[in-house]
């Protein structure tokens, strides 16, 4: 079945730091790929998305790239800063009503 | 901000009530899920549904019983609350019409305790 997996956290960096959090699925078909984002306290909200092979989703300094070959969408940033700290959750979709969501990596970042 | 309340945000039960979590949206979207969100598991569904009285199992809806009467308004009872229940439930919404649009767009969430 369709499935997401991405790199357990937490991952901890300092501000500035170059940011990489690791994501592959299983899927038949050719799904959408998402990024979301989950801050403390709130909901999960959409950060980014590719929805064929090749696509780059980017949003607010973050970066994806959809890879059919490796079947990954790995997440990127540059330069995190103190705000980034969050929840961020890799998903796919497939057609129909359901979304599949990765288990999610918390990242940290320290001043 | 995709208009979608979810009430109570908090909520302290004893095992075995029967609690009702609301979740109200305001964008007219076809498509409500609900979710539970626990350490280690990410999300998971719970139930969904694709239309007013038109609601569907998810992946762990043993326990979980869902109502839609208005388009507006998702319901989920736990029909007699275990401490198994405890989590932070998720109402999310969704356009659809293909799936470049299937975005879901997420309410606050319901901190749920059941002692």
Known sequence: GNSVTQMEG????????????????????????????????EGLQLLLKATKADDKGSNKGFEATYRKETTSFHLEKGSVQVSDSAVYFCALHTGGFKTIFGAGTRLFVKA | ??????SPRHKVTETGTPVT????QTENHRYMYWYR???????????????????????VSDGYSVSRSKTEDFLLTLESATSSQTSVYFCAISESGGVAKNIQYFGAGTRLSVL
């Open chain 1, 10 to 41: 937490p991952v901890t960096l300092s501000e500035e730091a170059f940011l990489t959090i690791n994501c592959t699925y299983t899927a038949t078909g050719y799904p959408s790929l998402f990024w979301y984002v989950q801050y403390p306290g």
């Open chain 2, 1 to 6: 901000d995709a208009g979608i309340t979810q």
């Open chain 2, 21 to 24: 979590l609301r979740c109200h």
């Open chain 2, 37 to 59: 969100q626990d350490p280690g598991h990410g999300l998971r569904l719970i139930h969904y549904s694709y239309g007013v009285k038109d609601t569907d199992k998810g992946e």
